[in-house]
């Protein structure tokens, strides 16, 4: 679970950009402003990065405010498991990233899966839909949807990309140290029960 002061951050930033949305008068807008620089005060406290960083990235969005979705594509080859080598902390995760505008949910783990591992591959049905916030990720200011699609292979071969330098499939007893703020050892222990049991339900949250 994530830290106390992170959830009340990322509701006090929910209200106020949600507010300053709708609100028309000028004393509700001020008072929108002063919650959303109540949660970049808070995050600027425990996390030590700069107040113009933090509102930039975390606070600069306009309209209501809702979660964002992170897609993550599983494919599974001699009972092992894909994963990509990622260039910017140099560990191991899915291949997927942020969904895209316009593309839908398949469409962006079949591109994303290209771009990072170099293999052209399928959607083949939705596994799991995950709110980070109950899983064991490093604290981070967003609110995260993850969603986990089974793939298969179609063409291609294994390659770097411009986030990654290179793709490999592992044994779930054999994990390499992986990137857990895109996936965590338990995600993937349980995915693998996906390649013992193609039946298992969705799982949600």
């Given at each position: 679970m994530e830290p106390k002061w992170l959830t009340w951050a990322k509701e006090i930033q929910g209200i106020a950009q949600t507010g300053l949305a709708y609100a028309k008068d000028v004393y509700d807008i001020e008072r929108y402003q002063a919650l959303r620089e109540l949660s970049v005060d808070i995050l600027a406290n425990y996390t030590y990065e700069s107040k113009e960083r933090i509102r930039l990235s975390f606070a600069g969005e306009g309209g209501y405010s809702t979660p964002k979705v992170d897609v993550r594509g599983v494919i599974f080859q001699d009972d092992k498991i894909l994963l990509v080598h990622e260039k910017l902390d140099g560990k191991w995760a899915l291949p997927g990233g942020?969904?895209?505008i316009g593309l839908s949910p398949s469409e962006v783990v079949v591109k994303e899966i290209a771009e990072e591992s170099g293999y052209q591959a399928e959607a083949v049905r939705l596994l799991a839909v995950l709110d980070k916030k109950f899983h064991q990720h490093p604290p981070e200011p967003y609110h995260v949807y993850k969603m986990f699609i089974l793939?298969?292979?179609?063409?291609?071969?294994?390659?770097?990309?411009?986030?990654?330098?290179?793709?490999?499939?592992?044994a779930e007893d054999a994990l390499p140290e992986l990137s857990e703020e895109r996936n965590t050892v338990e995600q993937l222990h349980t995915l693998f029960q996906y390649l013992h049991n193609p039946e298992k339900a969705v799982i949600l949250d």
């Open positions: 942020w969904a895209d793939c298969r292979i179609n063409g291609g071969e294994a390659a770097g990309g411009v986030e990654t330098s290179g793709a490999g499939f592992f």
